[in-house]
């Protein structure tokens, strides 16, 4: 299942606040500015700035 497109339009970074999109494989939530992705895991998005992986 992919994320929700209006889920998507309200999510932010949590660091940053900036915007995120989605990764093109779908695995997970990219803020640019900060270079880090955030995973999803059971089509939940990881949205913890210690889970973060760095791009």
């Given amino acids: ?4 497109k ?3 339009a309200i999510l932010v ?3 940053c606040k900036g915007d995120i ?6 695995d997970g939530l990219i803020c640019k500015p900060c ?3 955030f995973p999803i ?3 939940t998005p ?4 210690d889970e973060a992986l760095p791009l």
């Fill in 1 to 4: 299942m992919a994320i929700d």
């Fill in 6 to 8: 209006e889920l998507l």
């Fill in 13 to 15: 970074c949590p660091k």
């Fill in 21 to 26: 999109a989605l990764s093109e494989n779908a």
């Fill in 35 to 37: 270079a880090v992705k």
């Fill in 41 to 43: 895991k059971d089509d």
């Fill in 46 to 49: 990881v949205m913890l700035i």
